[in-house]
């Protein structure tokens, strides 16, 4: 069994959609193809869910109209047959039925959950249309069925195996099955989903369930890039990473792939190979356990970030400190990225700012806090870093003009991070492509 996961671009079209049909029915191998909602579809639920949280009926009447109107105009050209187009109206008119009655009842959070899983939900059922259409035997398999988080929002590969087991079961014989990335049930057994990007997560996380051969991710670029190709020029694709090497730059930014999706695919050694749906032929990037490649292989990074800093005189010669501060945010169940100490002081950073006003109010007493918003990660990843290419020594030179306000390496033999004001985010970014890898 191998699964195919296809992003927003690569379904966000009619043409697009017809390539994926091409993909998917190129060799015999069972296949689970795991899709997104057409490119759009989410940031337009996202605003329609914000509209009508905020009490804007109107604005959020207007922007269901002009998605309604898109699918129209999709369906018109994706499907050719009568019967089969008459079939998909009906269906997809259902779905906006839902938002429209959504505009007349109280709104709530699990509410805004059922709109943000409307993309998924018409995206698998248009393509299994345009399946019937072509003539293409498959299932729609429901992912609400056997996608699932635990009470702490956590997927469990055991439970979601159990699960999509007997869906399977289900359909002896079959060799084609359709699935929804992105939304699950949570422990209340609602709707919910895995975070903006989340389908990669989806097609992992099913890859480690049935114990999968790969876990393709079909993207519109061919592969994981040495650095971030929306902010510098010439980027080039990487051809292999170490499980490792992959979560880090999902995890610090790397947007090709959401941040959690690698640990399913790790946990169960299955290849994770990202490629490119409007250039299928090209190699794209094989994430394995033993990659090939040493020294530095890619930069990405991560914004939205808080630093805090506690200096303290009491620290010096003390223990326990770091407890007492570590304690604050375990509390508030908010992560840590970054750490670095010294005698006196200690600074840690964090993403979710959730919590950020309780955090600081704790953190008080134990010494003279300064919160600093609106910083960036920049990572360095790649494999035994120290040991090649006098990293520091370029990596230093080429930022010599920009404030950098933490540095963080010895965690991993994979990663050297520094932390900077977003404000010099894409200037960073540029030097380090041009003292790193000699790129424009
Ligand atoms: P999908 O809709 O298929 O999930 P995404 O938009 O989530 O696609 O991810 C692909 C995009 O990620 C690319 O178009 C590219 O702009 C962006 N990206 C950011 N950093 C990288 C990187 N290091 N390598 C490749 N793509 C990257
Ligand atoms: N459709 C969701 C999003 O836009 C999930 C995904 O595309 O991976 O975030
Ligand atoms: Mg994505």
């Known amino acids: 069994?191998?699964?195919?996961?296809?992003?927003?671009?690569?379904?966000?079209?009619?043409?697009?959609?017809?390539?994926?049909?091409?993909?998917?029915?190129?060799?015999?191998?069972?296949?689970?193809?795991?899709?997104?909602?057409?490119?759009?579809?989410?940031?337009?639920?996202?605003?329609?869910?914000?509209?009508?949280?905020?009490?804007?009926?109107?604005?959020?009447?207007?922007?269901?109209?002009?998605?309604?109107?898109?699918?129209?105009?999709?369906?018109?050209?994706?499907?050719?047959?009568?019967?089969?187009?008459?079939?998909?109206?009906?269906?997809?008119?259902?779905?906006?039925?839902?938002?429209?009655?959504?505009?007349?009842?109280?709104?709530?959070?699990?509410?805004?959950?059922?709109?943000?899983?409307?993309?998924?939900?018409?995206?698998?059922?248009?393509?299994?249309?345009?399946?019937?259409?072509?003539?293409?035997?498959?299932?729609?398999?429901?992912?609400?069925?056997?996608?699932?988080?635990?009470?702490?929002?956590?997927?469990?590969?055991?439970?979601?195996?159990?699960?999509?087991?007997?869906?399977?079961?289900?359909?002896?014989?079959?060799?084609?099955?359709?699935?929804?990335?992105?939304?699950?049930?949570?422990?209340?057994?609602?709707?919910?989903?895995?975070?903006?990007?989340?389908?990669?997560?989806?097609?992992?996380?099913?890859?480690?369930?049935?114990?999968?051969?790969?876990?393709?991710?079909?993207?519109?670029?061919?592969?994981?890039?040495?650095?971030?190709?929306?902010?510098?020029?010439?980027?080039?694709?990487?051809?292999?990473?170490?499980?490792?090497?992959?979560?880090?730059l999902a995890y610090f930014g790397a947007k090709i792939l959401h941040p959690a999706s690698i640990w399913p695919a790790q946990q169960y050694n299955i290849p994770v190979k990202l490629l490119n749906t409007m250039q299928p032929d090209a190699k794209g990037t094989l994430i394995v356990k033993d990659a090939e490649g040493e020294g530095v292989k890619a930069v990405a990074a991560k914004d939205g970030i808080v630093m805090l800093k506690i200096k303290s005189s009491r620290m010096l010669l003390a223990y326990g400190f770091l407890r007492k501060i570590f304690e604050v945010f375990e509390k508030y169940k908010t992560s840590i990225d970054m750490i670095t100490t010294s005698e006196v002081a200690v600074s840690v950073t964090i993403d979710n700012t959730l919590h950020l006003d309780q955090i600081a109010k704790e953190l008080q007493p134990l010494g003279e806090l300064e919160v600093i918003v609106d910083q960036t990660i920049v990572s360095v990843v790649g494999n035994k870093l120290t040991q090649h290419d006098n990293l520091m020594t370029k990596m230093f030179d080429a930022l010599c003009d920009i404030p950098v306000n933490m540095i963080s390496f010895g965690g991993s033999l994979h990663n050297v991070s520094i932390l900077i004001p977003t404000t010099h985010k894409n200037e960073s970014l540029k030097v380090l492509n041009k003292g790193l890898f000699g790129l424009d």
């Open 1 to 248: 069994m191998k699964i195919m996961k296809f992003g927003g671009t690569s379904v966000g079209r009619p043409e697009r959609m017809a390539q994926v049909k091409d993909l998917v029915t190129r060799d015999n191998e069972p296949t689970i193809v795991v899709l997104s909602a057409l490119s759009g579809t989410t940031n337009a639920l996202v605003s329609i869910g914000d509209a009508m949280a905020s009490g804007e009926k109107e604005k959020a009447k207007q922007l269901i109209d002009t998605l309604s109107a898109h699918y129209s105009q999709f369906i018109n050209d994706l499907l050719k047959k009568e019967s089969v187009k008459a079939k998909a109206i009906h269906t997809i008119n259902e779905h906006f039925d839902f938002l429209y009655i959504i505009l007349k009842i109280s709104f709530n959070d699990a509410l805004n959950k059922d709109i943000l899983a409307q993309g998924e939900l018409m995206s698998t059922k248009l393509f299994s249309f345009y399946l019937e259409e072509m003539g293409v035997d498959h299932v729609l398999l429901p992912a609400l069925d056997f996608m699932s988080i635990d009470s702490n929002d956590e997927p469990q590969v055991s439970v979601i195996k159990s699960k999509i087991t007997k869906s399977l079961e289900h359909h002896p014989g079959k060799s084609l099955f359709i699935t929804q990335g992105y939304i699950c049930r949570n422990a209340k057994k609602e709707v919910d989903n895995l975070k903006r990007g989340g389908s990669d997560y989806s097609a992992s996380l099913i890859a480690a369930a049935v114990n999968a051969s790969v876990c393709e991710i079909w993207t519109d670029i061919d592969g994981m890039h040495n650095n971030d190709p929306r902010v510098v020029k010439s980027t080039r694709p990487i051809e292999q990473l170490s499980f490792e090497e992959a979560a880090e």
